[in-house]
Structure formats: structure tokens, C-alpha cells
T-cell receptor
Framework: SQKIEQNSEALNIQEGKTATLTCNYT??????LQWYRQDPGRGPVFLLL?????KEKRKERLKVTFDTTLKQSLFHITASQPADSATYLC???????????FGQGTTLQVKP | DTAVSQTPKYLVTQMGNDKSIKCEQN?????MYWYKQDSKKFLKIMFS???????INETVPNRFSPKSPDKAHLNLHINSLELGDSAVYFC????????????????FGAGSRLTVL
């Protein structure tokens, strides 16, 4: 069956460290993968998109990798700050209708 | 101006009632969606409309009926509400719906929390 898995346990790290979140998928062949941030009581906000032919994408302190052999994407936040504390969702496109399937998200807590 | 706005933000109602949630986007996007986020935070797609045409219709009870009067609006009507319908419902829009990956980046509304008693 098709699955997208993110670590459901919260990730706690110290301010200034690099946070690394994982998104694994099975029985999908996505052309691209997206990462979103969701704060409590708000809708998800788009952060980054990476295509299947891209190994890595960067935006300021954010970096995403995409390994189609391992069927895995890693999301890194360098020099993390308490303001980075949120839930991070990965999403991939299923089929040609543009349907985005989301993982359950990983909650990141950055402690000062 | 809010890009994707949905009303109401909170809705508390009794089992068996009928309720509607409205959504409007001012981004000029062609595609709109309804997602449901349950208590475990899973975000599941329910429906998608592209230029007023239904293109995604997941396995959702037919008590849920979306309506898109124009491409800027997508409303969700729910009949005979059940306890299990309690969730946060998110409206979203994107420039397009297929092909170009950039067309499928979603802008979400703030969510409508539905509580069925």
C-alpha cells in the first residue's frame, strides 16, 4: 500500500543546532515533493519544492534533499531558532490530477 | 487582504444538523481544495475543483457536498452531521492542478474547526 511516513515523535533540539526531519514514502513515484510549515491554529504554509531530478534545494537556512532511490526526503534547518518551532509536513503529488498527499507531520521544538 | 479566507472559523453544532463552510480566494488561482485534518493531525484531501469543475472526489460520505459557483469560491455543505465529522477543515487554492509542479503549490486558509456534539 502507499504510505508517507514522518517521525510522529516530536523533535527537541537546542537553539543554534541543525534540525533534520525525515519523510519516507513507499509505492509512490512522485515527480516532486513539497514541505510545509504549520503553526498551531493555522493553515500549512508552503516552504520548499524539490523535483525528482534535483538532489538538493536551499532557501536561506532551509535545505531539502530528495533521494528517489531511498524514497526519502530530508529537511534541514540550520542555526535553528525558537521561532522555527512548528509542525513540518511533507507532501507529494499522486497521479496526474495534482492530488497532494501529506505526511502526518513532525513537530519541532527549538529550546533557547 | 487575506489570500484564502474561510468562514466560519469555529462551528459548534448538534448531531444531525446541516452546516456549511464558505471559502474564497483572491489569488486568481484556478484550482481550489477542501482538506480535512483530524485530531491526529492527518491532512486528507476531500475534493478539488479546477475552474468550477470537480476533478478530485475522494472517498467521502455523500453527506459532504462541495459547490463552486465560480473559480474564486468553493463551499462545503455537510448534511446530517455525525460525531466523526468533528475536525478542522482547510480550504486551499493553487495556480493549476496538474503538470507543472509549480502549479500545484497550495495556499491554505486558516481553517474552520467543526465540533459536533
Amino acid at each position: 500500500s502507499q504510505k508517507i511516513e514522518q517521525n510522529s515523535e516530536a523533535l527537541n533540539i537546542q537553539e543554534g543546532k541543525t534540525a533534520t526531519l525525515t519523510c519516507n514514502y513507499t509505492n509512490y513515484s512522485p515527480a516532486y515533493l513539497q514541505w510545509y510549515r504549520q503553526d498551531p491554529g493555522r493553515g500549512p504554509v508552503f516552504l520548499l519544492l524539490i523535483r525528482e531530478n534535483e538532489k538538493e534545494k536551499r532557501k536561506e537556512r532551509l535545505k531539502v534533499t530528495f533521494d528517489t532511490t531511498l524514497k526519502q526526503s530530508l529537511f534541514h534547518i540550520t542555526a535553528s531558532q525558537p521561532a522555527d518551532s512548528a509542525t513540518y509536513l511533507c507532501a507529494l503529488c499522486s497521479g496526474n490530477t495534482g492530488k497532494l498527499i501529506f505526511g502526518q507531520g513532525t513537530t519541532l521544538q527549538v529550546k533557547p | 487582504d487575506t489570500a484564502v479566507s474561510q468562514t466560519p472559523k469555529y462551528l459548534v453544532t448538534q448531531m444531525g444538523n446541516d452546516k456549511s463552510i464558505k471559502c474564497e480566494q483572491n489569488l486568481g488561482h484556478d484550482t481550489m481544495y477542501w482538506y480535512k485534518q483530524d485530531s491526529k493531525k492527518f491532512l486528507k484531501i476531500m475534493f478539488s475543483y479546477n475552474n468550477k469543475e470537480l476533478i478530485i472526489n475522494e472517498t467521502v460520505p455523500n453527506r459532504f457536498s462541495p459547490k463552486s459557483p465560480d473559480k474564486a469560491h468553493l463551499n462545503l455543505h455537510i448534511n446530517s452531521l455525525e460525531l466523526g465529522d468533528s475536525a478542522v477543515y482547510f480550504c486551499a487554492s493553487s495556480p493549476g492542478s496538474r503538470g507543472d509542479s509549480g502549479a500545484n503549490v497550495l495556499t491554505f486558509g486558516a481553517g474552520s474547526r467543526l465540533t459536533v456534539l
